[in-house]
Structures are given as C-alpha cells and as structure tokens.
C-alpha cells in the first residue's frame, strides 16, 4: 500500500527502473482499494511515467474511478462486473478479468468482449450451485494445463496471474500464456528490478 507522498516517491524509482527493463505491455495498480486517496496518489505518480512509454495503466475493479483518473482501463476480480464495467467504459477502454481457474466465468466474459481473461491459480473455485457447472469447474484442467485448454479453445489473450518466480516464466509461456504477470519477483530482486525485467523478457523469448 501506499499511503502518503514519501511512500510514493520512493516507490517512483524503483517504478521507473522496471519500465526501463522494456517488453511491459501493461502495469496494474493494486494494493490502494481501501483508501481512494492512496489510490489517486498513486495513479498521479506512476501513470503519466507508464502512458509516456506507451505502457497501459490500469486499476483493479474501480471502473469508474479508473475512467476519472484517465487510466487506459481496469481489471476485475470478479466475472459478474463485466458487462457493467464495459458498458459504463466502452470499447475505447481495456476491460480485463481475473476468472481464477474458472473455465465457465472465462468462457462467458470471453464470449462477451473481454479484452483479456486472467487465470490464477491461488483463487479457489467458487461455491456452485448449478451440478452442471460444478462438474465441468471440477473436472477441468488447473495449473499450466488451464492455459494449454483456453489458447486450444477460445481467442481473447489470456494472462497468468499466479505472480511466479523469473524462472518459472517460461513455462507458463510455453503452456499458452500471452501474458505473465509479475510481481514479487520484480519488486524484490536482488539486484534491482531492471535487472529483474531483464530476465523476465530473456525467459520468455
């Protein structure tokens, strides 16, 4: 979280040494939901530096404050958001889902225009009442194999959330991952996180 300008400024360099490692295609913002003044702190600080490097920027679930703040989008941690998020948004905005290893919810924000399905694997499945779909949900694949199934079956780019370790990206790469997304082991590298996008992109080309 961070909750004031020091906290922020701080942050900023360690922020833009990242963006300096290349190959981002996008950053999101998260750890602020519980105070919306952190949260425009924050997205005053690192947006302009992220938009400037033709990097998006995004915010979780917010939707309306992400389109105030003038972010390129926002990710939703819950399926049932979506059409809502879209429609108040539009087609000009990214709208990306975390399904965690749902299969059915992917499906269904895929089908209807998500920019991007997110599957993690440290969210359990949700409590299903329809025996249909628990059976389907839990006879599916999980792990890397969760990747393989969607880029066999559907087209929206997916994105590994499981926040891996540098040399677990290529597998997730190589299972079907578009995009990866990291995060500890960016901020906490031992040498410093230009070094750590460094050898996130050698793993993955």
Known sequence: MLSD?????????????????????????????????????????????????????LIEDDYQTAKALGCDGVHLNDAASYKEAREYLGADYIVGVDCGISRHDAILVGEAGADYVAFNNRRPLPEIEDPDVREFEEGGPKGLELLTWWQTMMTPPCVSMDDIPIEAVKSHADAGADFIAVQAAIWNHSDNSTAAITEVNEAIA
């Open 5 to 57: 300008d020091k906290d922020v400024e701080q942050f900023k360099a360690l922020y833009i040494q990242a963006l300096d490692g290349g190959g981002i295609s996008c950053v999101l913002l998260s750890g602020t939901a519980n105070s919306t003044e952190a949260l425009k702190k924050a997205v005053e600080a690192l947006q302009p530096l992220t938009q400037q490097r033709d990097i998006a920027f």
